[in-house]
């Protein structure tokens, strides 16, 4: 019972470089969702998809972008690492409406 | 600007005492008020959540008090003990609105002491 899957777990990238968080759940989950975590700062939202085939902006989606691939993907990309980008990512997944989300165990970002 | 603010940032217990978390939103339209908890290295978990329909929700140790009017609501941890050392954090959602987005509070750091 895998849940929400992402990969990496840990990544250094140098300012600049571009890479993509992959995120994957199995519960067949019709929401997605991407979160940093930086201390003191709690969770904020980057972006999410409401359902397969749509996307839209959080409250922090500056030098992001995502792709919803199909109901179970939700890839993150980072085209132009800065360090400001230096944060714990996490995916997450539910059903709409007053329900739980479930979220992967986090990608750890070091942007130098 | 934060729509929900979470208090004390951290808090130091010792085992059997009572952990009270505090947190207050500003958006009248938040109508689900859940409280998660997260392991260092983990990510974080849905422990329990509430409606403003109801004051309190208890669920074993866990209960959660809600003041509409206030705009405030509460995390009381009974007996706290040492496996209960986590970051906590209040959040609060809109579904009415057909997304089921999270507002997050900043977290507390709680440690229980043996």
């Not at chain 1, 759940?25 to 975590?37: A, F, L, P, T, V």
């Not at chain 2, 290295?41 to 008090?65: C, N, W, Y």
């Not at chain 2, 906590?88 to 959602?93: K, L």
Request: aromatic share 12%; glycine share 8%.
């Amino acid at each position: 019972n895998a849940g929400v899957t992402q990969t990496p777990k840990f990544q250094v990238l140098k300012t600049g470089q571009s890479m993509t968080l992959q995120c994957a759940q199995d519960m067949n989950h019709n929401s997605m969702y991407w979160y940093r975590q930086d201390p003191g700062m709690g969770l904020r939202l980057i972006y999410y998809s409401a359902s397969e085939g749509t996307t839209d902006k959080g409250e922090v989606p500056n030098g992001y972008n995502v792709s919803r691939l199909n109901k179970r993907e939700f890839s993150l990309r980072l085209e132009s690492a800065a360090p400001s980008q230096t944060s714990v990512y996490f995916c997450a997944s539910s059903v709409r409406g007053y329900t739980e989300a479930f979220f992967g165990q986090g990608t750890r970002l070091t942007v130098v | 600007q934060q729509q929900v603010k979470q208090s004390p940032q951290s808090l130091i217990v010792q085992k059997g005492g009572i952990s009270i978390i505090n947190c207050a939103y500003e958006n009248t339209a938040f109508d689900y008020f859940p409280w998660y908890q997260q392991f260092p290295g983990k990510g974080p978990a849905l422990l329990i959540a509430i409606r403003p329909d109801v004051s309190e929700k208890k669920e074993g140790r866990f209960t959660i008090s809600f003041n509409k009017s206030a705009k405030q609501f509460s995390l009381h941890i009974m007996d706290s003990q040492p496996g209960d050392s986590a970051t906590y954090f209040c959040a609060a959602s809109n579904p009415n609105s057909g997304y089921s987005t999270l507002t997050f509070g900043k977290g507390t750091m709680l440690l229980v002491s043996p």
